[in-house]
Protein backbone atom coordinates (compact mmCIF):
# COMPACT_ATOMS: atom_id res chain seq x y z
CA UNK A 1 0.00 0.00 0.00
CA UNK A 2 2.66 3.02 0.93
CA UNK A 3 5.26 1.28 -1.67
CA UNK A 4 8.17 1.35 0.47
CA UNK A 5 7.85 5.30 1.15
CA UNK A 6 8.29 5.87 4.90
CA UNK A 7 5.10 7.44 6.84
CA UNK A 8 5.91 11.15 7.58
CA UNK A 9 3.25 13.30 8.94
CA UNK A 10 3.26 16.68 7.98
CA UNK A 11 5.11 19.27 10.40
CA UNK A 12 2.02 20.21 12.31
CA UNK A 13 1.07 16.96 12.56
CA UNK A 14 3.88 15.97 13.95
CA UNK A 15 4.27 18.51 16.30
CA UNK A 16 1.08 17.35 17.97
CA UNK A 17 2.13 13.78 18.58
CA UNK A 18 5.50 12.32 20.35
CA UNK A 19 7.74 9.08 20.55
CA UNK A 20 6.73 8.58 23.89
CA UNK A 21 3.56 7.21 22.68
CA UNK A 22 5.22 4.47 21.54
CA UNK A 23 6.36 3.33 25.17
CA UNK A 24 3.05 4.41 26.30
CA UNK A 25 1.55 2.59 24.07
CA UNK A 26 3.26 -0.60 24.98
CA UNK A 27 2.65 0.02 28.97
CA UNK A 28 -1.44 0.31 28.56
CA UNK A 29 -1.43 -3.11 26.08
CA UNK A 30 -0.23 -4.90 29.30
CA UNK A 31 -2.59 -3.62 31.69
CA UNK A 32 -5.24 -4.04 29.40
CA UNK A 33 -4.18 -7.86 29.11
CA UNK A 34 -3.73 -7.72 32.78
CA UNK A 35 -7.53 -6.57 33.16
CA UNK A 36 -8.79 -8.68 30.51
CA UNK A 37 -7.68 -12.13 32.14
CA UNK A 38 -7.88 -10.65 35.83
CA UNK A 39 -10.76 -7.69 35.41
CA UNK A 40 -8.16 -6.29 37.64
CA UNK A 41 -7.32 -2.31 36.57
CA UNK A 42 -2.78 -2.68 37.32
CA UNK A 43 -0.95 -0.26 39.68
CA UNK A 44 1.20 0.82 36.56
CA UNK A 45 2.46 4.17 36.21
CA UNK A 46 -0.48 7.11 35.77
CA UNK A 47 -0.84 8.08 32.69
CA UNK A 48 -0.80 4.27 31.34
CA UNK A 49 -3.21 3.58 34.32
CA UNK A 50 -5.75 6.78 33.53
CA UNK A 51 -5.45 5.66 29.41
CA UNK A 52 -6.50 2.06 30.51
CA UNK A 53 -9.41 3.67 32.48
CA UNK A 54 -10.84 5.84 29.80
CA UNK A 55 -10.66 2.36 26.98
CA UNK A 56 -12.79 0.46 30.10
CA UNK A 57 -15.01 3.77 30.00
CA UNK A 58 -15.68 3.73 25.91
CA UNK A 59 -15.70 -0.17 25.84
CA UNK A 60 -18.68 0.38 28.47
CA UNK A 61 -20.55 2.43 26.74
CA UNK A 62 -20.04 0.96 22.92
CA UNK A 63 -21.50 -2.74 25.01
CA UNK A 64 -18.49 -4.54 24.40
CA UNK A 65 -17.06 -6.84 27.29
CA UNK A 66 -13.86 -8.19 26.64
CA UNK A 67 -13.15 -11.84 26.68
CA UNK A 68 -9.36 -11.92 25.35
CA UNK A 69 -6.37 -10.72 24.85
CA UNK A 70 -3.08 -11.17 22.52
CA UNK A 71 -5.05 -13.85 20.62
CA UNK A 72 -2.58 -14.95 17.56
CA UNK A 73 -4.71 -15.19 14.35
CA UNK A 74 -3.03 -15.49 10.84
CA UNK A 75 -3.99 -15.30 7.34
CA UNK A 76 -1.79 -15.75 3.92
CA UNK A 77 1.44 -16.31 5.61
CA UNK A 78 1.11 -13.58 7.89
CA UNK A 79 0.29 -13.65 11.69
CA UNK A 80 -0.75 -10.56 14.31
CA UNK A 81 -1.51 -10.55 18.08
CA UNK A 82 -5.01 -9.14 18.13
CA UNK A 83 -5.29 -6.63 21.30
CA UNK A 84 -8.39 -7.64 22.61
CA UNK A 85 -11.26 -9.96 21.54
CA UNK A 86 -14.94 -8.53 22.63
CA UNK A 87 -18.65 -9.48 22.83
CA UNK A 88 -20.96 -7.14 21.96
CA UNK A 89 -24.84 -6.74 23.05
CA UNK A 90 -25.85 -9.30 20.33
CA UNK A 91 -23.49 -11.59 21.76
CA UNK A 92 -21.10 -10.76 18.74
CA UNK A 93 -17.09 -11.61 18.37
CA UNK A 94 -15.62 -8.10 17.93
CA UNK A 95 -11.72 -7.58 17.48
CA UNK A 96 -10.24 -4.46 19.49
CA UNK A 97 -7.80 -3.02 18.40
CA UNK A 98 -5.90 -0.66 20.84
CA UNK A 99 -3.33 2.96 20.23
CA UNK A 100 -2.69 5.07 23.17
CA UNK A 101 -1.28 8.82 22.46
CA UNK A 102 -0.16 11.31 24.27
CA UNK A 103 -2.53 13.86 22.86
CA UNK A 104 -5.64 14.91 23.70
CA UNK A 105 -8.50 14.04 21.79
CA UNK A 106 -9.22 17.33 19.95
CA UNK A 107 -5.23 17.26 18.98
CA UNK A 108 -5.36 13.78 17.98
CA UNK A 109 -8.39 14.12 15.63
CA UNK A 110 -6.27 16.24 13.67
CA UNK A 111 -3.16 14.03 13.63
CA UNK A 112 -5.42 10.94 12.93
CA UNK A 113 -6.47 12.35 9.74
CA UNK A 114 -3.23 14.36 8.44
CA UNK A 115 -2.32 12.59 5.08
CA UNK A 116 1.31 11.22 4.99
CA UNK A 117 3.41 14.02 3.68
CA UNK A 118 5.81 11.77 1.40
CA UNK A 119 2.73 9.73 -0.33
CA UNK A 120 -0.73 11.38 0.76
CA UNK A 121 -3.04 9.47 -1.19
CA UNK A 122 -3.35 5.28 -1.20
CA UNK A 123 -5.19 2.86 -3.26
CA UNK A 124 -7.49 2.28 -0.19
CA UNK A 125 -7.90 6.44 -0.21
CA UNK A 126 -6.15 8.89 2.03
CA UNK A 127 -2.78 7.89 3.79
CA UNK A 128 -3.52 8.52 7.54
CA UNK A 129 -3.27 7.18 10.59
CA UNK A 130 -6.48 6.45 10.62
CA UNK A 131 -6.32 4.07 7.63
CA UNK A 132 -3.35 2.42 8.74
CA UNK A 133 -5.15 1.59 11.98
CA UNK A 134 -8.09 0.19 9.89
CA UNK A 135 -6.36 -2.03 7.54
CA UNK A 136 -4.95 -3.64 10.71
CA UNK A 137 -7.96 -3.98 12.00
CA UNK A 138 -9.88 -5.56 8.88
CA UNK A 139 -6.69 -7.90 8.59
CA UNK A 140 -7.47 -8.80 12.45
CA UNK A 141 -11.35 -9.22 11.24
CA UNK A 142 -10.66 -11.15 8.34
CA UNK A 143 -7.90 -13.25 9.90
CA UNK A 144 -9.92 -14.31 13.03
CA UNK A 145 -12.73 -15.66 10.96
CA UNK A 146 -15.88 -15.57 13.56
CA UNK A 147 -15.31 -11.88 14.25
CA UNK A 148 -18.16 -9.70 12.93
CA UNK A 149 -16.50 -6.12 12.95
CA UNK A 150 -13.41 -4.74 15.09
CA UNK A 151 -12.93 -1.64 16.63
CA UNK A 152 -10.00 0.65 16.98
CA UNK A 153 -10.10 1.99 20.25
CA UNK A 154 -7.71 5.09 20.83
CA UNK A 155 -6.44 6.13 24.57
CA UNK A 156 -6.02 10.05 24.57
CA UNK A 157 -5.01 12.16 27.65
CA UNK A 158 -8.60 12.98 28.27
CA UNK A 159 -10.51 10.12 27.12
CA UNK A 160 -10.98 7.72 24.90
CA UNK A 161 -11.89 7.36 21.02
CA UNK A 162 -13.67 4.74 19.43
CA UNK A 163 -13.82 3.20 16.00
CA UNK A 164 -15.90 0.63 14.21
CA UNK A 165 -14.39 -1.11 11.53
CA UNK A 166 -16.84 -2.88 9.52
CA UNK A 167 -16.31 -6.90 8.09
CA UNK A 168 -15.47 -6.29 4.24
CA UNK A 169 -14.00 -2.75 4.93
CA UNK A 170 -11.56 -3.26 2.53
CA UNK A 171 -11.51 -5.51 -0.45
CA UNK A 172 -10.45 -9.37 0.12
CA UNK A 173 -7.21 -8.36 -2.59
CA UNK A 174 -5.88 -6.35 0.23
CA UNK A 175 -5.17 -9.08 2.35
CA UNK A 176 -4.01 -11.18 -0.92
CA UNK A 177 -1.43 -8.91 -1.78
CA UNK A 178 -0.10 -8.58 1.86
CA UNK A 179 0.75 -12.44 1.68
CA UNK A 180 3.85 -11.91 -0.75
CA UNK A 181 4.50 -8.34 -0.71
CA UNK A 182 7.26 -7.15 -3.24
CA UNK A 183 10.48 -6.86 -1.75
CA UNK A 184 13.01 -5.11 -4.00
CA UNK A 185 14.09 -6.05 -7.34
CA UNK A 186 16.05 -9.12 -6.93
CA UNK A 187 17.49 -10.84 -10.21
CA UNK A 188 14.72 -13.29 -11.66
CA UNK A 189 17.82 -16.30 -11.22
CA UNK A 190 17.90 -15.48 -7.53
CA UNK A 191 16.99 -19.60 -6.25
CA UNK A 192 20.18 -20.43 -7.41
CA UNK A 193 22.65 -18.17 -6.04
CA UNK A 194 20.07 -17.90 -2.90
CA UNK A 195 20.96 -21.34 -2.10
CA UNK A 196 24.74 -20.68 -2.81
CA UNK A 197 24.69 -17.43 -0.44
CA UNK A 198 22.93 -20.07 2.45
CA UNK A 199 24.60 -23.34 2.63
CA UNK A 200 24.59 -24.82 -0.28
CA UNK A 201 22.33 -26.83 -2.91
CA UNK A 202 19.17 -26.09 -4.98
CA UNK A 203 16.83 -24.15 -4.29
CA UNK A 204 12.78 -24.63 -5.42
CA UNK A 205 11.21 -21.09 -5.66
CA UNK A 206 8.09 -20.39 -4.74
CA UNK A 207 4.53 -20.46 -6.91
CA UNK A 208 4.48 -16.47 -5.71
CA UNK A 209 7.89 -15.91 -6.62
CA UNK A 210 8.99 -14.20 -3.46
CA UNK A 211 10.56 -16.94 -1.59
CA UNK A 212 12.74 -20.18 -1.94
CA UNK A 213 13.24 -23.60 -0.48
CA UNK A 214 16.28 -24.34 -0.25
CA UNK A 215 16.63 -28.36 -0.23
CA UNK A 216 20.19 -28.52 0.99
CA UNK A 217 18.78 -27.66 4.44
CA UNK A 218 15.14 -27.85 4.41
CA UNK A 219 14.90 -24.07 5.13
CA UNK A 220 13.65 -20.52 3.49
CA UNK A 221 14.97 -17.73 1.91
CA UNK A 222 13.57 -14.68 0.58
CA UNK A 223 15.72 -11.96 -1.62
CA UNK A 224 15.76 -8.67 -1.13
CA UNK A 225 17.46 -6.02 -3.33
CA UNK A 226 20.44 -4.53 -0.93
CA UNK A 227 21.47 -4.59 2.57
CA UNK A 228 19.10 -4.94 4.96
CA UNK A 229 20.46 -2.09 7.37
CA UNK A 230 19.77 0.21 3.81
CA UNK A 231 16.17 -0.74 2.94
CA UNK A 232 13.35 1.05 3.84
CA UNK A 233 11.56 -0.62 7.59
CA UNK A 234 8.86 -1.36 5.81
CA UNK A 235 10.39 -3.44 3.45
CA UNK A 236 12.69 -5.18 5.26
CA UNK A 237 9.47 -5.76 7.52
CA UNK A 238 7.36 -7.57 4.71
CA UNK A 239 10.43 -9.79 3.76
CA UNK A 240 11.07 -10.49 7.49
CA UNK A 241 7.05 -11.19 7.62
CA UNK A 242 7.37 -14.18 4.75
CA UNK A 243 9.45 -15.97 6.19
CA UNK A 244 8.31 -15.90 9.87
CA UNK A 245 5.69 -18.75 8.04
CA UNK A 246 8.21 -20.55 6.65
CA UNK A 247 10.93 -23.54 7.77
CA UNK A 248 14.04 -22.71 9.24
CA UNK A 249 16.87 -22.06 8.73
CA UNK A 250 15.15 -18.68 7.41
CA UNK A 251 17.93 -16.54 5.83
CA UNK A 252 17.60 -13.22 4.03
CA UNK A 253 19.53 -12.94 0.84
CA UNK A 254 20.81 -10.26 -0.78
CA UNK A 255 23.55 -9.17 -3.68
CA UNK A 256 26.64 -7.25 -2.90
CA UNK A 257 29.76 -6.53 -3.97
CA UNK A 258 29.20 -8.99 -7.05
CA UNK A 259 27.64 -11.83 -4.94
CA UNK A 260 25.11 -12.86 -3.16
CA UNK A 261 25.37 -12.65 0.66
CA UNK A 262 22.99 -13.98 3.64
CA UNK A 263 21.60 -13.15 6.79
CA UNK A 264 19.97 -15.76 9.08
CA UNK A 265 16.92 -14.43 10.78
CA UNK A 266 15.59 -16.21 13.97
Known amino acids: MLRHTRFRRPSAAR????????????QVDQLFKQWCETGVVGSGRF?????????????????????????LVSMNGLRT???????DRAGRKVVIELKATGATSAA??????????????????????????????AFGVAAHGAAAYGVVVVACSNKAMLYTVPAGAFPASA???AAAPAVGGA?????????????????????????????ATGGTAVA???LPSTLPAPELAAAKAILAARPRPRHLVYPSGGRWRRQCVP
Open 15 to 26: AASGAAGLTLGR
Open 175 to 177: FRD
Open 108 to 137: HSVVYRAPCANRPMTRFGANTEELHHRLQT
Open 47 to 71: PATSRLRHVIAALSVAGLRPVAANV
Open 81 to 87: HLDGLAV
Open 187 to 215: PAQWPSAAAAGTVGGAAVRSRCGRWARVT
Open 224 to 226: IRG
